[in-house]
């Protein structure tokens, strides 16, 4: 494999560049300046033709790359900080438009409104900006309904303790900054639009929905199948998405790329049967083309199926000229394309997860098939699937430890059984959507269809109860994904590679891996104390060398999984740590480990013997350094002292 060979994956990398980079302020008349300039010293190398010094021109084309992520990026950010408008939080009432269906929820409905306008003491005012809002009325919400809201939403607050899931970041990458619980106090003010063709994508995909609720009968195989037809998973029970992510194969709920295939492969089916035409079957390649984008569009668009409906379009119209393009290349544009329309798409974790499993699949598996010829079909089938699975796990597991600290141990048994049945029921289940007008036959179909389901539910459950199914609480670092990368590109490239310059990379990279863990082992503090103070209550975790230590005083025990065990995890602190007792004196706690007391109410810590060499207060941005004195009268937040 010759990196010369894939312009687009050479590409790739400063227009990934550019984006990470526009953490950096710079006005985005400068970044648009350097590009035209940039843009015409190019062409008056091309229009000279002077192939002298080919460097120049090439530096010229990767460096206009980058600064095209740079800007693209930097204009997101501008529209993005248009639409958060902070005067709404102190609004009286506000007039919004409803852009969803209800997603039920334990206790209410949720859904999402689109502000069109907000009311102070002064008036009226146009305004932008999304709001999550629950609510408890008897009617549904639908899209296009204009509602008038009183009082004001909630900004969504960033999280207080390090390590915690940034809900406030997840939901601004959608343009949502606020939220409201808003009951029933709202009022309609105009539902003309719901019928409009605006929402009548959104409308049809609640029809499928509808239609596989009426017609599949076991409520565990109407949720998986809204998911795996329509990519639906707002519905989905936790201990349905837990049993699937616990066995590896939590990506058949997501509409992805291995859905887009299944319906690829069904739609070239008859190409197999039927002999047409040169023209014929341009025509019937170029409509297979238009009905992928229509599922990728009915399915909400994610980046796993846009990539795929990208590169299975590309390889079709390949077809359609009777040429082969490269995977790679195909790869790399159809990711380069999704960058350009939106550039945040880097950080969203389904596209990454997308990418590497792709890339890991393109890369590793011609390697790891070559270990066996099956003597039969049978074995074949089994072993490419055995192999594809093998390279989207190697590729893709530094990343789902680094976000989700678990690793399946049996997806091979998993992916091996639910894979076919996924095929099966999706076959059968576009089949049932289709015919879903016809009474009887709908009825048997969302019958085969529920039974199907069923099964595949009973092998994952089944699956999950195996003893040691799940590796829990891993952790690794950038250096250490990149090293895992760096080894799979090795081996990949190893048969017509460089050998000397492959062992160089890998034994460099090894080295500041190896570096980065030193130096992180020398930073860590021998005696340590971990304040987790939080609205109710605190908790405080102790470490003495290698020994550690828990006090609980209120803190809310379902809390504890989300905001403090992220940084339990981060720090290697394990799962279960001995509690400590601490002895009360009148309104004092005290420790006798270091000799200091603390006062609940007044949120204060007193030192006595033992002063701390350091205090800092800690959340998800970099710590901020106290002043050390006798006592630290701690706010809402997490704060580390160092003895």
């Not at 929820?105 to 002064?122: C, G, R, W, Y």
């Not at 460089?498 to 034994?507: E, G, H, I, S």
């Not at 007193?606 to 706010?635: A, C, M, V, Y």
Request: proline share 5%; glycine share 6%.
């Amino acid at each position: 494999m010759k990196f010369s060979d894939f312009p687009f994956l050479r590409y790739l990398p400063f227009l990934i560049g550019g984006v990470l980079f526009s953490q950096i302020e710079i006005s985005t008349l400068i970044l648009a300046s350097t590009l035209g300039l940039s843009w015409i010293i190019y062409l008056g190398f091309i229009i000279q033709r002077d192939r002298s010094n080919p460097i120049i021109p090439a530096f010229l084309g990767y460096f206009m790359l980058f600064i095209l992520g740079f800007l693209l990026s930097e204009i997101q950010q501008n529209r993005k900080a248009d639409l958060l408008d902070e005067e709404l939080g102190i609004s009286l009432s506000y007039l919004a438009r409803v852009i969803k269906h209800d997603v039920e929820k334990p206790n209410s409905f949720e859904n999402q409104l689109e502000v069109i306008a907000f009311s102070d003491s002064l008036g009226w005012k146009e305004s932008k900006g999304k709001v999550l809002i629950y609510h408890k009325s008897k009617k549904p919400l639908l899209p296009g309904q204009n509602i008038l809201v009183e009082k004001s939403p909630e900004k969504i607050p960033p999280p207080i303790f390090p390590n915690e899931f940034d809900y406030s970041r997840f939901l601004a990458r959608k343009d949502i900054h606020f939220r409201q619980f808003i009951g029933d106090k709202f009022t309609i003010i105009d539902s003309s639009e719901v019928n409009s063709s605006k929402y009548g994508l959104a409308n049809f995909r609640k029809k499928l929905v509808g239609i596989i609720e009426d017609k599949v009968p076991n409520p565990e195989s109407r949720q998986i199948a809204a998911a795996l037809l329509l990519g639906q998973k707002e519905n989905l029970d936790k201990e349905i998405k837990n049993a699937y992510a616990e066995t590896g194969t939590m990506h058949i709920l997501a509409v992805s790329g291995l859905h887009v295939g299944i319906i690829y492969a069904i739609l070239l089916f008859p190409l197999k049967g039927i002999k047409l035409k040169s023209g014929q079957k341009s025509i019937y390649l170029f409509v297979v083309i238009l009905l992928i984008w229509t599922y990728a569009i009915l399915t909400g668009f994610s980046p796993s199926v846009v990539r795929a409906a990208t590169m299975f379009s590309l390889f079709t119209a390949g077809q359609m000229r009777k040429r082969k393009p490269s995977s790679f290349n195909i790869l790399a544009f159809s990711a380069m394309i999704m960058i350009t329309m939106d550039p945040g798409v880097i950080f969203e974790v389904g596209f990454q997860l997308s990418y590497a499993a792709v890339a890991g699949i393109l890369l590793v598996q011609p390697l790891i098939v070559r270990f066996w010829l099956p003597p039969n079909r049978v074995l074949e089938y089994a072993w490419q699937l055995t192999t594809v699975s093998i390279a989207a796990q190697l590729a893709t597991f530094p990343l789902s430890v680094y976000y989700f600290h678990i690793f399946p141990t049996y997806f091979l048994i998993a992916n091996l059984f639910i894979i076919p049945l996924a095929f099966l029921v999706m076959s059968v289940g576009i089949i049932f959507l289709i015919f879903s007008w016809i009474p009887m036959l709908s009825d048997g179909l969302g019958g085969i269809v529920s039974w199907m389901i069923w099964l595949q539910n009973w092998i994952t459950h089944t699956i999950q109860l195996f003893p040691g199914g799940n590796l829990e609480r891993l952790t690794i670092t950038l250096t250490g994904m990149l090293l895992v990368w760096v080894i799979l590109i090795c081996w990949a490239n190893w048969e017509f590679g460089n050998r000397k310059k492959l062992v160089y990379l890998m034994a460099c990279l090894f080295l500041v891996w190896s570096g980065d863990r030193f130096l992180r082992k020398l930073n860590l503090p021998e005696q340590e104390l971990l304040v987790f103070s939080g609205e109710k209550g605190f908790l405080l975790d102790f470490k003495i060398g290698n020994r550690f230590y828990s006090w609980n005083e209120d803190f809310p025990t379902e809390q504890i999984s989300f905001s403090v065990d992220p940084n339990r995890i981060a720090v290697h602190r394990p799962h279960i740590i001995e509690t400590i007792f601490a002895t009360k004196n009148d309104s004092l706690q005290f420790f006798p480990i270091w000799n200091f007391s603390l006062n609940p109410k007044s949120r204060t810590f007193f030192w006595s013997d033992q002063k701390p060499k350091r205090i800092e207060k800690i959340s998800s941005s970099q710590p901020n350094e106290l002043i050390s004195t006798d006592s630290l009268n701690t706010t809402i937040g997490a704060f580390r002292v160092v003895f």
